[in-house]
């Protein structure tokens, strides 16, 4: 095939022009999407910065004082707090216990998560202090130890209106019409609570009333009468109010995981806002993604078969070195002596054959030496140690210097 | 065909962090995964298939190990689409591909070079086990890829570091052959001419029929035999695979093998050169004096040592196979006592009978460096391993000596020449 057979209608296809169009195309090719690429990041980043700073630092949950979103209280709070009531956002129910003590009112905003010795402290502290308790949607159990008496007689998940009917009396609080409506973030439905003797029970519904007041405590059946979403309807403002509203203070007490008292369980998890759990699953999809994408290999990993190679000079050092740890002084003077007889012959031109009485005769008119040290040097005589065998081929190499 | 994601293709899945921020639930993961594949996919369907590239190769052919040779691959995009194109020739490492990687932009209709440079490092053949090309998408969110067959070949050539002495060498032989009129009859020699007696010629060289034939007295001009047969045996068993400096001794070995097949071929004969250990791998016989170097050069670069014995009985029945009398015999083997015990002896004296032989060894210098050292009790343990080593080689090599070779055992980077000496030394005696 000929290089000008493949050639493309287009000027630059030339073999030289195409390999400088190569290069050139490849260096300007990257830098373009690399910026689009930290754009893009960038404004993500920003976005998720902006999201967050534009929530607030506030604590979101289901009647949080502070939360303006529809689930949390803080529209209750501000205008309690207008009225004259200060209100005190508590976690603990050591807190909520000192209030009651004090002779003021608590609201328990999720009265089912309190342990057995909670509910003890707190009907004790109220007994004490003859503070008043809010209980809002408590269970059975948690309902009779407070106010004996008062059970859930019935729930439901349908909004309803309530009207006042005539023998309210303080169960009333101030209101006449209530148009409750479950809220999915607390329980999901609302309930109604039996009346007994000596307690006043207001806006009923089937066996049951949505509020009842027994001896100083206040059961109310709906969350909707508290969340920032709800509490506008009707008269569900007099309610709240007329029912939190106390001059000595009010303790808005959100049963927690952080409570000592709490016997709560796995409850770190209650921590974790909402959105964490599926921005985490997404973080571990794209990480998985950007490992998946960093790990491949760009083609087939070569292998070379390389030819083995080695020292020519190994086997010799590593002999050396077995002689020396063997202590072979004798056979390493032998091999140093035969190889400078070797060349002492070469030298003075004698056959190499010949027996050493004939080389000492040769050398000695050359050399200071007299025969018999000639035959010591040269002659199979035994080496003491290793200083000897180093001083033997010292001698050696002199007596050859003193030759050549 | 692969499908594969880039990194920031990856990373574009971030993007869906603040929507999870704002309403966290599975439906806005699962909107956010689905929009997410749906980029991906736009952006997969508007990359150009690299299955349709044409990609071909010029391939860099031969080059001698220490120098570069150049080669290009085509890419030809005969698509509308603009491709952009990373590409990677995986060559294995030695044969020294200066960029593997490869990013380039082909434009639709349009074809694209990218130039190579390969500097091997080891002798014998390369080739590309794979060429991948990788088509970015627009966005360069991902990517496809597909493994066009593109062969390449590359044969690294042996340095033949030693040819520098070759002319030198050539011009001893030019003198040689200038020199023919004192050369005596012999083996080896050949009638030259007829020339008149001046004084200092040799009696005996004197045609007497001829001389009656004319008034003076003429002699007879003798010049070494032309046309001989020179057989190179080169070892390749284990000893041959020792390092002596920075190369093997087999590369020592063929640079001394490379240097005689060109001077003999200068000097008018015939080189064969086999490689043997166990079984024979190269032979070059019967090349013309042309194409002989090019022809061992060539065929002795893939050689390497193999971790085996020689088989000297092979040996010896190749080359009667191979020679008739009176070939010139160079086994290139080194001198080790263990080698020669190993049945070289008994071989080398059969073949010496029937030919001239020489045996060439590699030596190794860093012997006497090790036997020179006096510095403590280990150097000098290692100096009287060392001398022990030497006079072995010296016996192994006077064992040899007596069955009648001849036997050039010098370093490396001596060995070369110290051969065609012998080669020359042997060509003037008259003795091929």
Same mark, same amino acid.
């Given at each position: 095939?000929?290089?000008?057979?493949?050639?493309?209608?287009?000027?630059?296809?030339?073999?030289?022009?195409?390999?400088?169009?190569?290069?050139?195309?490849?260096?300007?090719?990257?830098?373009?999407?690399?910026?689009?690429?930290?754009?893009?990041?960038?404004?993500?980043?920003?976005?998720?910065?902006?999201?967050?700073?534009?929530?607030?630092?506030?604590?979101? *949950?289901?009647?949080?004082?502070?939360?303006?979103?529809?689930?949390?209280?803080?529209?209750?709070?501000?205008?309690?707090?207008?009225? *004259?009531?200060?209100?005190?956002?508590?976690?603990?129910?050591?807190?909520?216990?000192?209030?009651?003590?004090?002779?003021?009112?608590?609201?328990?905003?999720?009265?089912?998560?309190?342990?057995?010795?909670?509910?003890?402290?707190?009907?004790?502290?109220?007994?004490?202090?003859?503070?008043?308790?809010?209980?809002?949607?408590?269970?059975?159990?948690?309902?009779?130890?407070?106010?004996? *008496?008062?059970?859930?007689?019935?729930?439901?998940?349908?909004?309803?209106?309530?009207?006042?009917?005539?023998?309210?009396?303080?169960?009333?609080?101030?209101?006449?019409?209530?148009?409750?409506?479950?809220?999915?973030?607390?329980?999901?439905?609302?309930?109604?609570?039996?009346?007994?003797?000596?307690?006043?029970?207001?806006?009923?519904?089937?066996?049951?009333?949505?509020?009842?007041?027994?001896?100083?405590?206040?059961?109310? *059946?709906?969350?909707?009468?508290?969340?920032?979403?709800?509490?506008?309807?009707?008269?569900?403002?007099?309610?709240?109010?007329?029912?939190?509203?106390?001059?000595?203070?009010?303790?808005?007490?959100?049963?927690?995981?952080?409570?000592?008292?709490?016997?709560?369980?796995?409850?770190?998890?209650?921590?974790?806002?909402?959105?964490?759990?599926?921005?985490?699953?997404?973080?571990?999809?794209?990480?998985?993604?950007?490992?998946?994408?960093?790990?491949?290999?760009?083609?087939?990993?070569?292998?070379?078969?390389?030819?083995?190679?080695?020292?020519?000079?190994?086997?010799?050092?590593?002999?050396?070195?077995?002689?020396?740890?063997?202590?072979?002084?004798?056979?390493?003077?032998?091999?140093?002596?035969?190889?400078?007889?070797?060349?002492?012959?070469?030298?003075?031109?004698?056959?190499?054959?010949?027996?050493?009485?004939?080389?000492?005769?040769?050398?000695?008119?050359?050399?200071?030496?007299?025969?018999?040290?000639?035959?010591?040097?040269?002659?199979?005589?035994?080496?003491?140690?290793?200083?000897?065998?180093?001083?033997?081929?010292?001698?050696?190499?002199?007596?050859?210097?003193?030759?050549? | 065909?692969?499908?594969?994601?880039?990194?920031?293709? !990856?990373?574009?899945?971030?993007?869906?962090?603040?929507?999870?921020?704002?309403?966290?639930?599975?439906?806005?993961?699962?909107?956010?995964?689905?929009?997410?594949?749906?980029?991906?996919?736009?952006?997969?369907?508007?990359?150009?298939?690299?299955?349709?590239?044409?990609?071909?190769?010029?391939?860099?052919?031969?080059?001698?190990?220490?120098?570069?040779?150049?080669?290009?691959?085509?890419?030809?995009?005969?698509?509308?689409?603009?491709?952009?194109?990373?590409?990677?020739?995986?060559?294995?490492? $030695?044969?020294?591909?200066?960029?593997?990687?490869?990013?380039?932009?082909?434009?639709? %209709?349009?074809?694209?070079?990218?130039?190579?440079?390969? $500097?091997?490092?080891?002798?014998?053949?390369?080739?590309?086990?794979?060429?991948?090309?990788?088509?970015?998408?627009?966005?360069?969110? !991902?990517?496809?890829?597909?493994?066009?067959?593109?062969?390449?070949?590359?044969?690294?050539?042996?340095?033949?570091?030693?040819?520098?002495?070759?002319?030198? @060498?050539?011009?001893?032989? =030019?003198? +040689?052959?200038?020199?023919?009129?004192?050369?005596?009859?012999?083996?080896?020699?050949?009638?030259?001419?007829?020339?008149?007696?001046?004084? %200092?010629?040799?009696?005996?060289?004197?045609?007497?029929?001829?001389?009656?034939?004319? =008034?003076?007295?003429?002699?007879?001009?003798?010049?070494?035999?032309?046309?001989?047969?020179?057989?190179?045996?080169?070892?390749?068993?284990?000893?041959?695979?020792? @390092?002596?400096?920075?190369?093997?001794?087999?590369?020592?070995?063929?640079? &001394?093998?490379?240097?005689?097949?060109?001077?003999?071929?200068?000097?008018?004969?015939?080189?064969?050169?086999?490689?043997?250990?166990?079984?024979?791998?190269?032979?070059?016989? %019967?090349?013309?004096?042309?194409?002989?170097?090019?022809?061992?050069?060539? !065929?002795?670069?893939?050689?390497?040592?193999? +971790?085996?014995?020689?088989?000297?009985?092979?040996?010896?029945?190749?080359? &009667?196979?191979?020679?008739?009398?009176?070939?010139?015999?160079?086994?290139?083997?080194?001198?080790?006592?263990?080698?020669?015990?190993?049945?070289?002896?008994?071989?080398?004296?059969?073949?010496?009978?029937?030919?001239?032989?020489?045996?060439?060894?590699?030596?190794?210098?860093?012997?006497?460096?090790?036997?020179?050292?006096?510095?403590?009790?280990?150097?000098?343990?290692?100096?009287?391993?060392?001398? @022990?080593?030497?006079?072995?080689?010296?016996?192994?090599?006077?064992?040899?000596?007596?069955?009648?070779?001849?036997?050039?055992?010098?370093?490396?980077?001596?060995?070369?020449? &110290? +051969?065609?000496?012998?080669?020359? @030394?042997?060509?003037?005696? %008259?003795?091929?």
């Amino acid at each position: 095939m000929s290089a000008g057979g493949l050639l493309a209608p287009a000027p630059t296809s030339g073999p030289a022009a195409g390999a400088a169009g190569s290069s050139q195309g490849g260096a300007e090719q990257p830098p373009p999407r690399n910026g689009l690429l930290v754009a893009v990041l960038v404004l993500a980043l920003l976005a998720t910065v902006m999201v967050s700073v534009l929530r607030g630092s506030y604590r979101d *949950g289901p009647l949080e004082p502070d939360a303006p979103s529809p689930q949390g209280s803080l529209a209750a709070v501000r205008v309690l707090e207008d009225l *004259g009531t200060e209100v005190t956002p508590q976690r603990r129910t050591a807190d909520a216990a000192e209030t009651l003590r004090a002779g003021g009112t608590v609201l328990v905003t999720a009265p089912n998560l309190l342990g057995a010795a909670q509910v003890d402290l707190l009907r004790t502290a109220r007994e004490e202090g003859g503070g008043r308790l809010v209980l809002l949607q408590p269970d059975f159990v948690t309902a009779t130890a407070f106010a004996p *008496g008062v059970r859930p007689a019935g729930t439901t998940d349908e909004p309803t209106l309530l009207r006042a009917g005539a023998g309210c009396g303080p169960a009333a609080f101030g209101a006449r019409s209530l148009q409750l409506r479950p809220v999915a973030e607390v329980s999901g439905h609302d309930t109604y609570y039996t009346v007994p003797d000596g307690a006043a029970g207001c806006f009923d519904h089937g066996d049951g009333s949505a509020v009842v007041v027994a001896d100083g405590v206040v059961v109310l *059946g709906s969350a909707s009468l508290l969340t920032n979403d709800r509490i506008g309807t009707l008269d569900a403002p007099a309610l709240a109010l007329n029912s939190l509203a106390d001059p000595q203070g009010l303790g808005w007490y959100i049963p927690s995981a952080g409570d000592p008292m709490s016997s709560l369980g796995p409850t770190l998890l209650d921590r974790i806002p909402g959105w964490a759990a599926p921005l985490a699953l997404w973080l571990l999809v794209v990480t998985a993604l950007v490992l998946l994408a960093v790990s491949r290999r760009h083609g087939p990993v070569v292998v070379e078969p390389l030819p083995v190679s080695v020292r020519a000079h190994e086997l010799t050092i590593g002999r050396g070195r077995l002689m020396h740890r063997a202590h072979a002084r004798d056979s390493a003077a032998r091999a140093l002596r035969s190889a400078a007889s070797t060349r002492l012959a070469h030298r003075l031109g004698i056959r190499r054959e010949t027996r050493r009485d004939a080389l000492v005769d040769a050398l000695a008119p050359h050399t200071e030496l007299d025969a018999a040290q000639l035959h010591r040097l040269l002659g199979p005589t035994p080496v003491a140690d290793d200083r000897e065998l180093v001083r033997l081929a010292h001698d050696l190499d002199r007596l050859e210097k003193e030759i050549s | 065909m692969r499908i594969s994601l880039t990194v920031p293709g !990856a990373l574009t899945a971030l993007a869906a962090a603040p929507f999870l921020l704002l309403w966290p639930s599975a439906w806005t993961l699962l909107a956010c995964a689905l929009a997410w594949c749906a980029l991906i996919g736009t952006d997969l369907l508007r990359t150009a298939d690299p299955r349709t590239l044409r990609v071909r190769r010029e391939n860099p052919g031969q080059v001698r190990l220490g120098s570069s040779a150049d080669g290009r691959l085509l890419v030809t995009n005969p698509g509308t689409r603009r491709a952009v194109l990373h590409l990677r020739d995986a060559w294995n490492p $030695t044969a020294g591909l200066a960029a593997q990687r490869t990013r380039l932009t082909v434009p639709g %209709g349009e074809r694209r070079a990218v130039a190579q440079t390969f $500097t091997p490092t080891r002798r014998g053949p390369h080739s590309s086990r794979a060429v991948v090309v990788d088509s970015l998408s627009p966005w360069g969110l !991902a990517r496809r890829s597909a493994r066009p067959e593109v062969p390449g070949t590359l044969l690294a050539l042996h340095a033949f570091a030693s040819r520098k002495h070759l002319p030198s @060498r050539v011009r001893r032989l =030019r003198e +040689l052959e200038g020199l023919a009129a004192v050369h005596q009859r012999g083996q080896g020699t050949e009638f030259d001419s007829l020339r008149d007696f001046v004084d %200092g010629d040799d009696v005996r060289s004197i045609d007497w029929r001829a001389t009656a034939r004319r =008034r003076s007295v003429v002699v007879r001009t003798w010049r070494p035999e032309r046309d001989r047969h020179v057989l190179v045996v080169v070892d390749t068993s284990r000893t041959s695979a020792a @390092r002596i400096g920075e190369e093997p001794r087999l590369d020592a070995a063929l640079d &001394a093998a490379l240097l005689l097949t060109a001077l003999a071929t200068e000097a008018g004969d015939r080189v064969d050169v086999l490689c043997i250990d166990r079984i024979p791998h190269v032979s070059v016989a %019967g090349s013309s004096p042309r194409t002989v170097l090019h022809d061992v050069v060539a !065929a002795t670069s893939p050689v390497q040592p193999a +971790l085996v014995e020689t088989d000297w009985e092979r040996v010896a029945a190749e080359v &009667a196979a191979r020679t008739r009398r009176h070939a010139l015999v160079v086994l290139l083997t080194p001198v080790e006592p263990s080698l020669v015990e190993q049945g070289l002896l008994p071989v080398a004296s059969r073949l010496a009978a029937s030919h001239p032989l020489v045996v060439a060894s590699v030596a190794d210098p860093s012997l006497e460096a090790l036997a020179a050292g006096r510095d403590d009790a280990e150097a000098v343990y290692r100096a009287a391993a060392a001398a @022990r080593t030497g006079l072995e080689r010296d016996g192994a090599a006077q064992a040899l000596s007596r069955c009648g070779a001849h036997v050039v055992d010098a370093g490396p980077e001596a060995l070369p020449q &110290a +051969l065609a000496d012998e080669y020359l @030394r042997l060509k003037a005696a %008259g003795r091929l």
